[in-house]
DNA sequence: TATTGTTATACTCTATAACTATA
DNA sequence: TATAGTTATAGAGTATAACAATA
């Protein structure tokens, strides 16, 4: 037997129910993502760690700095994420020859063979949850969210 | 002087850039998230404070359990999150009259004074980041997310 | 037994800021 | 001084799972 349904719902309400994209932006994020973490668990990787394996995929090496502009992370945070990768022997840092400040990520083989495979799951995750989408409505989705990421990529070059 | 440029771009690139929705949604919501962080800070909430609140502010009271439904968190975080607006006098937790094992959230006169000032801080933040989209896309972006939650709350009713 | 809420535990994700070693 | 990367610290945000009280 439920609860005594007691809580009325208030009108009128001051604020708009509506209007607020940050938080079905947040809800839709968290649980799309959760949803890939369960998926990527068996192959022992995290959705962050996915995210700079596909950056490093599409180039030969990366400095971990331009990561970080990508990615729009810290520099810090991309550190504890190349660790993570290279413990699990699916990346490597290489020092830079001309700057011995510098240094360089790339993917392992191993590395480099696993991303197809999280491709897939990450396909099929976008799948289950954007399925439902027209291909239209997807492809606005998907340029939204590009351009916000640019603009922002514009407006604030890494915080730092 | 920058570094060195000898990191090559790869091609062909065996997985698609395109068709990856998780990652813009990530990126986009931890950014847009993150800057609303800021603005709350001030007030002394966080975006999972204010998420709760929210919701508390349409109804006169709400139980935790149906909280964590609409919001798609657990029990347990709900815990912790009621516990932190009581500690702040947001909120209130009252027993429920009829049933010993269950209880009701409220906003405190406090809490509830508070909320318009705080949606006028998401209005900002809406703005900053959403501001350049047509208003259709702006609508069509909203609608596509809401459908997205509507969806996953028909399917999975909280995991737990 | 099932349900409500709490607690204990554990991780990921990310930031900030100070630090080291170059440049 | 400025830049590249690291480290130390901290906190938000969640989950899982076991538990207590009540139904």
């Known amino acids: 037997m439920p609860r005594t349904e007691s809580c009325a719902p208030k009108s009128p309400s001051f604020i708009s ?11 839709v994020s968290n649980h799309v993502s959760q949803a890939f973490a369960r998926k990527l668990e068996d192959r022992g990787v995290t959705v962050a760690e996915w995210a700079v394996m596909r950056e490093l995929y599409g180039v030969d090496c990366l400095a971990p700095s331009r990561l970080a502009g990508q990615l729009g992370l810290t520099r810090g945070a991309i550190t504890k ?31 480099r063979g696993l991303v197809p495979k999280l491709a897939t799951l990450a396909d099929e995750n976008d799948a289950k949850f954007f399925a439902h989408l027209s291909a239209k409505e997807r492809s606005m989705l998907e340029r939204v969210l590009k351009d916000i990421v640019r603009i922002r990529n514009l407006k604030s070059i890494p915080v730092d």
Chains 1, 2 share one sequence.
């Open 17 to 27: 129910r509506d209007g607020y994209l940050v938080g079905w932006l947040r809800y």
């Open 81 to 111: 994420l190349a660790d993570r990768l290279v413990a699990k022997s699916l990346a490597t840092r290489t020092p830079d020859a001309s700057d011995a400040r510098a240094q360089t990520l790339a993917l392992t083989a191993q590395g």
